[in-house]
């Protein structure tokens, strides 16, 4: 399994932007899908974004379109998610995943063998 390590998260007021970053160890293995996952509080975990390797395939989950880019690496195993316009209801603990080389890109989390250990994102009027 492949480490991944966030960072970028942080308290933003409403209509503020942040980018979050990924970046995984063991560089010379290769991912697959690289995405975004976050968990509000009393929530379950959603995907957010996803990214394919080599970027043909990406998606959003409806509420974040338009107001979030996410955008993967391949040779360099990062991910980052550029957040603006956000809201409260954006307030969650996001995390990095990944799964492993030849796996379609997916909003199933059970798809996803390597997680990030989160960042907290707070979105305060």
């Known amino acids: 399994q492949v480490q991944l390590q966030e960072s970028g998260g942080g308290s933003v007021q409403v209509g503020g932007s942040l980018r979050l970053f990924c970046a995984g160890d063991?560089?010379?293995?290769?991912?697959?899908?690289m995405a975004w996952f976050r968990q509000g509080p009393g929530q379950e975990r959603e995907a957010v974004a996803g990214v394919s390797r080599g970027g043909r395939t990406t998606y959003y989950t409806d509420s974040v379109k338009g107001r979030f880019t996410a955008a993967h690496d391949n040779a360099k195993n990062t991910i980052y998610l550029q957040m603006s316009n956000l809201r409260p209801e954006d307030t969650a603990m996001y995390y990095c995943?990944?799964?492993?080389?030849?796996?379609?890109?997916?909003?199933?989390?059970?798809?996803?063998?390597?997680w990030g250990q989160g960042t907290q994102v707070a979105v305060v009027t």
């Open positions: 995943a990944a799964t492993e080389p030849f796996t379609s890109c997916t909003s199933d989390s059970k798809k996803f063998a390597n």
């Open positions: 063991g560089h010379r293995y290769s991912l697959g899908c």
